[in-house]
């Protein structure tokens, strides 16, 4: 017998039962190319009405995905880091390559995509061992992925 692949819907996403792996594999190419999603954030740049309609994408994204069970806007302890003013800020990442193991980057829009879209590509310092983000590559598209930034960009 065959074995099969059954795929499960737990909150906004698909989950594999038994590690057997759903939809499109790792190496695929993400719904939401870097590309795009800086070219949509820099023409709604432009636009104060598409601007404002994509952060009110964010915000909607942000509670469909429930991103809110893991990452809070102020300081109270969470599983995921603190997203409070974190656009445009030094961000400490986990690097056991650099000196001391920590690598300090800024939060500018492509440090965000990455983030987003690439979550294990990069772990908070703090968070290394917390940090379980799924891989959102193959679930958002430009328009989700850009409101996230815009909406993140205003908090």
Do not use: N
Request: aromatic content about 6%; glycine content about 8%.
């Amino acid at each position: 017998m065959k074995p099969t692949r059954r795929c499960i819907r737990l909150a906004p996403l698909w989950v594999a039962a038994a590690g057997s792996g759903c939809g499109p594999p790792a190496d695929a190419p993400p719904r939401a190319p870097e590309a795009l999603v800086l070219a949509r954030l820099e023409a709604a740049d432009r636009d104060p009405e598409s601007l404002a309609a994509l952060i009110v994408r964010g915000r909607e994204t942000f509670a469909e995905m429930e991103c809110g069970t893991c990452h809070r806007f102020d300081d109270r302890p969470a599983t995921g880091p603190s997203l409070a003013g974190v656009a445009g800020q030094p961000v400490r990442l986990a690097d056991p390559a650099a000196a001391g193991g920590v690598r300090e980057v800024t939060a500018d829009r492509a440090y965000l995509w990455e983030s987003i879209v690439h979550s294990q590509a990069a772990h908070v310092k703090g968070f290394e061992e917390t940090t379980r983000m799924s891989r959102y590559a193959h679930v958002l598209g430009v328009e989700d992925v850009a409101g996230l930034i815009a909406w993140l960009e205003t908090r």
